[in-house]
T-cell receptor, first 109, second 114 residues
Framework: KQEVTQIPAALSVPEGENLVLNCSFT??????LQWFRQDPGKGLTSLLL?????REQTSGRLNASLDKSSGRSTLYIAASQPGDSATYLC????????FGTGTSLTVIP | GAVVSQHPSWVICKSGTSVKIECRSL??????MFWYRQFPKQSLMLMAT?????????EQGVEKDKFLINHASLTLSTLTVTSAHPEDSSFYIC??????????FGPGTRLTVT
């Protein structure tokens, strides 16, 4: 069974810092990997989707990489802002979705 | 841990028919349930937010008359795709939020409309 782990569970950084969130998964047979953002009490917002054949995707200050063979993905956030404070989830898609445990990010003004 | 189930896991229906998908929280009461869909090779997208006993809040671009959501109890929400068409073929997934704010995801339902 696929297991998805995110490290760290919580992260607090001062505004302006660059940061990296990590996601690891045990079964490399995936269709794609997605990064989501979740604000308290809200549904998920999709940030980046990486197909299994791709290595990375970029959107604005966000860059996500995928190394399927090693079962790892990273989400890089450049020049963090207080508005980036949220929980970040990664999910891998096989025959069903497997979500990671999430990283709670706090960006301090 | 908490479990969210969806039924059916896979359904094929003919164009013009309606399909109901159930989302159940098995061992906790869900104050809020979310419905998502994912088209092939696209991101999972939020469709609507459902609170028990009240009308669902739909995201922009999602037709509320086509995708009927009923959150009749604290453990059950249903999504009915009315008059389904081939373009509605998608992967539908729900999630449920516990009273303490933890969110749990269902395994998804794959809908194919022929």
């Amino acid at each position: 069974k696929q297991e998805v782990t995110q490290i760290p569970a919580a992260l607090s950084v001062p505004e302006g810092e660059n940061l990296v969130l990590n996601c690891s998964f045990t079964d490399s047979a995936i269709y794609n990997l997605q990064w989501f953002r979740q604000d308290p009490g809200k549904g998920l917002t999709s940030l980046l989707l990486i197909q299994s054949s791709q290595r990375e995707q970029t959107s604005g200050r966000l860059n996500a990489s995928l190394d399927k063979s090693s079962g790892r993905s990273t989400l890089y956030i450049a020049a963090s802002q207080p508005g980036d404070s949220a929980t970040y989830l990664c999910a891998v898609a096989g025959n069903q979705f497997y979500f990671g445990t999430g990283t709670s990010l706090t960006v301090i003004p | 841990g908490a479990v969210v189930s969806q039924h059916p896991s896979w359904v094929i229906c003919k164009s013009g028919t309606s399909v109901k998908i159930e989302c159940r929280s098995l061992d906790f009461q869900a104050t809020t349930m979310f419905w998502y869909r994912q088209f092939p090779k696209q991101s999972l997208m939020l469709m609507a937010t459902s609170n028990e006993g009240s009308k669902a809040t739909y995201e922009q671009g999602v037709e509320k008359d086509k995708f009927l959501i009923n959150h009749a109890s604290l453990t059950l929400s249903t999504l009915t795709v009315t008059s389904a068409h081939p373009e509605d073929s998608s992967f539908y997934i729900c999630s449920a939020t516990s009273r303490v704010g933890e969110q749990y995801f269902g395994p998804g339902t794959r809908l194919t409309v022929t």
